[in-house]
């Protein structure tokens, strides 16, 4: 069983990691440190929004309307952060 549980740690590390790397660019493109107009920025950014927008979307469309404030990422991180404390102390 702790090769399932390790296999499934690995996999939400990955999707945290994931998560932040995304909340970060979003940062610095908008506070223009990043350009979108970089093939590489552009390549990451786009393959991060098409993994993670049908995720964020089904949050956002539970949570009220905030403007200009996304919660959807702090909902993944704590579900992940959930799912974790849950691996590693079982399902009791």
Known sequence: MTAVTNTLM???NIAQWIVLIHVIMSWLIN?????????LVSQIW????????PIYSRIRSV??????L???PLIVLIAI????????TGWH
């Open 10 to 12: 690995l996999i939400l």
């Open 31 to 39: 506070f223009q440190v990043l350009n979108l107009r970089q093939p």
């Open 81 to 88: 952060f959930f799912l974790q404390q849950l691996l590693r």
């Open 63 to 68: 949570l009220p309307n905030l403007g200009g």
């Open 46 to 53: 786009y393959g991060l929004n098409r993994i993670l927008d």
């Open 70 to 72: 996304d919660l959807a």
